[in-house]
């Protein structure tokens, strides 16, 4: 069964660095999500993106975040200056017209 | 505050009884809903969806319960398994884009 793969599995980063995480959604999906969870509480959204452009975000995805899909398979989510209440599981999740996510297995991050 | 809530954070339950988990809701506009699986280490599992327009729903040894006067939605596992034992979370969909809302998650432990 086609999987959504995300890299690396854990990145550890100093604060203040920039961090870019990968996701490879599955190949006939057109919707692309990212989410993040903060050990010990819930999923929560940060963007969507469809037809090459964010068509929702949060209060979480600020200026420093952003996303891109820069060729037919990869999904990213850049962190331009990390602070240490970044440190999360990071999700990403795609999906078909009409039909349930599918997540990843996530990137733990780790600021120091 | 929350959109959508679970009643209990922990579930212990025997191997072999049916489980109940249940998940409340506050958006009336919520037109769309899910049940997620999370082991640790993983990432969130689809189990079951259902759509507002139904209020019950059945996979393999699960079955959903909308309820829509009371905002109040149910996950049915039959014959409790070890490799049921996860944290399990309910998520809507309030908008065009299917981003989703999720619950805090309750741990279903499964005793031998």
């Known amino acids: 069964e086609p999987e959504v793969t995300q890299t690396p599995s854990h990145q550890v980063t100093q604060m203040g660095q920039e961090v870019i995480l990968r996701c490879v959604p599955i190949s006939n999906h057109l919707y692309f999500y990212w989410y993040r969870q903060i050990l010990g509480q819930k999923v929560e959204f940060l963007v969507s993106?469809?037809?090459?452009?964010?068509?929702?975000k949060s209060e979480i995805f600020d200026d420093q975040f952003s996303v891109e899909r820069p060729d037919g398979s990869n999904f990213t989510l850049k962190i331009r200056s990390t602070k240490l209440e970044d440190s999360a599981m990071y999700f990403c999740?795609?999906?078909?017209?009409?039909?349930?996510?599918?997540f990843g297995d996530g990137t733990r991050l780790s600021i120091l | 505050g929350e959109s959508v809530g679970l009643h209990l954070p922990t579930l212990s339950v025997q191997e072999g009884d049916n489980s109940i988990i249940n998940c409340a809701y506050s958006?009336?506009?919520?037109?769309?809903f899910i049940w997620y699986k999370q082991e640790s280490g993983k990432g969130p599992q689809f189990i079951i969806d259902?759509?507002?327009?139904?209020d019950k729903r059945q996979g393999q040894r699960v079955t959903v319960l909308l309820n829509k006067t009371v905002k109040h939605l149910s996950l049915q596992i039959a014959a409790t398994q070890p490799g049921d034992s996860a944290v399990y979370f309910c998520a809507e969909n309030t908008g065009d884009d299917y981003k989703l809302s999720f619950g805090a998650g309750t741990t279903v432990t499964v005793r031998a």
């Open positions: 259902i759509r507002s327009n139904m």
């Open positions: 993106f469809y037809n090459n452009e964010i068509s929702e």
């Open positions: 999740a795609s999906r078909r017209e009409g039909q349930p996510q599918h």
């Open positions: 958006n009336s506009a919520s037109d769309y």
